[in-house]
């Protein structure tokens, strides 16, 4: 946002009539804390096979640039799991990425649905779900998200190598790894 009537900073062209006074400038305020909390959904499924290098560098980039964000990472396939608490360290964290490997099936309406779970206890205003996956999953989860819309938790669907708007409206799809990675 900005703030207005400032002595120096840009222009604020709305206040040129007032150019007998030194407050005709405005300034950009940035927050001191953004008021968010995520959870990163990366699908372990045995679908993955083969995409594991690009899924690892995508989640430790994600993970990399919410540092000062309370986030937590957890990998889904049969059974949702643990990968990043809210308090583990990012440095740490990626040795567990370059561990990563598929595991089984795909339990994403579980896994979205312990998210939200963990999220609705956080005192932050903003609550989003990153989902990374290649595939769509249950068809109970498009449902599922658009419950979660309506309790103020925004899921953004991450593809790899796939369009996955059919069950996540806000989504991207990723092609090419994370080049920092090693």
């Known amino acids: 946002g900005f703030s207005f ?5 840009s222009l604020d062209a709305s206040r040129l009539s007032q150019y007998r006074t030194d407050s005709i400038f405005m300034r950009r305020e940035e927050p001191d804390q953004i008021d968010s909390s995520c959870a990163i959904l990366v699908d372990l499924s045995y679908s993955m096979e083969g995409l594991m290098d690009v899924v690892a560098s995508t989640v430790y980039a994600l993970t990399d640039s919410l540092r000062g964000i309370p986030h937590v990472v957890m ?6 799991y643990m990968l990043k608490s809210w308090t583990h360290p990012q440095e740490r964290f990626k040795g567990v990425c370059k561990r990563l490997s598929p595991c089984g099936g795909t339990q994403d309406y579980s896994a979205n ?5 963990l999220l609705l206890h956080r005192g932050e205003k903003r609550r989003i779900v990153f989902v990374i996956t290649d595939g769509m999953g249950n068809p109970e989860t498009a449902a599922l998200v658009k419950s979660g819309e309506r309790m103020g938790i925004q899921t953004i669907g991450i593809g790899i190598g796939l369009d996955v708007k059919s069950v996540y409206p806000k989504s991207i799809r990723v092609n090419e790894p994370y080049r920092d990675w090693e």
């Open 113 to 117: 649905r312990h998210a939200q779970a």
């Open 5 to 9: 009537g400032h002595r120096s900073g």
């Open 75 to 80: 990998g889904f396939a049969d059974k949702v």
